[in-house]
């Protein structure tokens, strides 16, 4: 049976973990978490039933599929101290913002390796995952890829220097949304509701508008068809995007994606 391993057992770590176990794409039994806090091992196992491992170079030789879910700083450590105990046949899985594949191959060789950009929307099964691949047979491909299908949707793209842009987008994206809701709710308390009654207007109206995102993805329809439906003419909803536009609200999301975009590619330094 295979086993896959997670050295850095944070929040992405543990909403893959969540996936693959409710998958039954592995076992809790094969899966291997390390980590510097020994309280986020304790929380895993009694969780998920995962296994700790007593070190990463452990962890590192026993596992098929071994993912690097550290921060980006704390990768060339990590890669470090890992780069003789892998096992011959392990593809390795790179989450981490920035860190190109060459960078990995500098420290491990020429070994298989899956460069991914998931989000946190895997916690529930809905994540959206890029992938860049180098030195993979179909066997590793096809392990590593699985791990993120478990979680959500997948890509594949050929040109790895996209993968910052992904991360911008996809990668981050939640953020936008949640900093979205998090000022509806201020703004609707300001004016003068309830903070429980904002909350739940609130969530309630991401949630619908998520459904709502599906549903018009499932018809071919656009962004722009769901906000036209909302959009009376000469209405409430028109009255606020006028504001956002003459805002500059698309110079705003260039902005702030340009900035994750590039913070991306500084990481890889
Ligand atoms: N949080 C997110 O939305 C996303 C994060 N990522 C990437 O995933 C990676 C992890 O991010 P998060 O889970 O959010 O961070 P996190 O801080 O929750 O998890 C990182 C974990 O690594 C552990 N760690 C640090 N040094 C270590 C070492 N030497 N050995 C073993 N464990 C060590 C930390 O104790 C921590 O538990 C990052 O590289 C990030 O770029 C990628 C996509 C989305
Ligand atoms: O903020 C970060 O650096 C990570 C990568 C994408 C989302 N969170």
């Known amino acids: 049976m295979n086993k896959i391993g997670f050295i850095g057992s944070g929040n992405m770590a543990e909403a893959l973990i969540k996936g693959i176990i409710s998958a039954n794409l592995y076992a809790p039994e094969n899966v291997l978490v390390s980590d510097i806090r020994q309280d986020r091992l304790k ?9 700790p491992a007593s070190s990463n170079t452990e962890l590192a030789s026993q596992v098929d599929v071994l993912v690097l879910s550290v921060k980006p700083q704390n990768m060339a450590a990590v890669l470090e101290e890992i780069q003789d105990s892998l096992n011959d046949s392990a593809v390795v899985i790179s989450i981490a913002a920035g860190i190109t594949t060459e960078r990995i191959a500098q420290f491990l060789g020429d070994v298989p390796i899956i460069r991914a950009m ?10 959206a995952t890029a992938v860049v691949i ?6 590793q491909f096809k392990a590593g890829l699985d791990v993120f299908m478990a979680v959500g949707k997948v890509e ?29 709710i201020n703004v609707a ?53 006028k504001v956002l536009k003459d805002l500059d609200f ?14 991306s590619r500084e990481l890889s330094q």
């Open 250 to 263: 698309n110079g705003i999301m260039t902005k702030a994606l340009t900035a994750a975009r590039d913070r």
């Open 134 to 139: 180098r030195n993979t047979g179909p066997r």
């Open 189 to 241: 308390i300001d004016m003068g509701l309830p903070a429980d009654i904002a909350k739940e207007l609130v969530f309630q109206t991401a949630k619908g508008a998520g459904l709502l995102a599906e549903m018009a993805y499932s018809r071919n329809e656009t962004p722009g068809q769901l906000r036209e439906r909302v959009t009376s003419p000469g209405g409430t909803t028109a009255a606020a995007m």
């Open 156 to 184: 594949v793209l050929e040109d790895e220097s996209l993968i910052d842009a992904v991360t911008a987008v996809s990668g981050t994206g939640p953020a936008y949304f949640f900093l979205l809701m998090e000022e509806l």
């Open 43 to 51: 929380y895993l196992a009694e969780e998920y039933g995962v296994q």
């Open 118 to 127: 998931p989000n946190t929307p895997a916690m529930v099964d809905q994540g």
